[in-house]
């Protein structure tokens, strides 16, 4: 248990449903980030929030929107997605402008889309 | 663009030998360096983090650190079979974004 949770744990969902993912952590920590990780590639940075401010957005598609309303709290609010979006989204936290600091991910949402 | 570069393997070694993990990274400003290890279908887990030149070592696993030539390693002494996952090696860089390598793939043969 590293003290990130992330729900659900898998999504199936249709290509015109609207869901979201959550994390959430309670380790004192001030940014989060959201990764996407498909078959056989590697870890892919989607979006970084520091001090609840979006500071990276690595050309994500807008069918994916973040929202952070706290900085215990991160959601990805998905729609109209493809199937190719079908990935491991993993959520991560650490303290941010501070030198020295571990980044723990949560267990990941296995999402598949159909 | 910053990156960091790991070779993807597979690495095979043999039980009970020295596994000796790379990776390099190209922002000068970085200054936190961690090696997290990935089962196939799990999260990554932290296993070392190191930040100032040199070595550390926690039980069979070293991480050496050269700022310098902008490198990074980790070595798993007495390998078990267990250790075979992939290896990511992840930086914060310099605006404080975690970046990760694609990762080594450790085949420990029994």
């Known amino acids: 248990e590293t003290g990130v949770t992330q729900t659900p744990r898998h999504l199936v969902m249709g290509m015109t449903n609207k869901k979201s993912l959550k994390c959430e952590q309670h380790?004192?920590?001030?940014?989060m980030y959201w990764y996407k990780q498909s078959a056989k590639k590697p870890l892919e940075l989607m979006f970084v929030?520091?001090?609840?401010?979006?500071?990276e957005n690595n050309s994500v598609p807008s069918r994916f929107s973040p929202e952070c309303p706290n900085s215990s709290h991160l959601f990805l609010h998905l729609h109209t997605l493809q199937p190719e979006d079908s990935a491991l989204y993993l959520c991560?936290?650490?303290?941010?402008?501070?030198?020295?600091?571990?980044?723990?991910f949560g267990q990941g949402t296995r999402l598949t889309v159909v | 663009q910053k990156e960091v570069e790991q070779n993807s393997g597979p690495l095979s070694v043999p039980e009970g030998a020295i596994a000796s993990l790379n990776c390099t990274y190209s922002?000068?400003?970085?200054?936190?360096f961690f090696w997290y290890r990935q089962y196939s279908g799990k999260s990554p887990e932290l296993i070392m983090f190191?930040?100032?030149?040199g070595d550390k070592e926690d039980g069979r696993f070293t991480a050496q650190l050269n700022k310098a030539s902008q490198y990074v390693s980790l070595l798993i002494r007495d390998s078990q079979p267990s250790d075979s996952a992939t290896y990511l090696c992840?930086?914060?860089?310099?605006?404080?974004?975690?970046?990760f390598g694609s990762g080594t793939r450790l085949l420990v043969r029994p």
């Open positions: 922002d000068r400003g970085s200054q936190s």
């Open positions: 380790l004192g920590h001030n940014a």
């Open positions: 992840a930086v914060m860089d310099s605006s404080y974004k975690l970046i």
């Open positions: 190191i930040y100032s030149n």
């Open positions: 929030y520091s001090l609840e401010e979006r500071v």
């Open positions: 991560a936290s650490s303290h941010s402008g501070r030198d020295n600091t571990e980044a723990f």
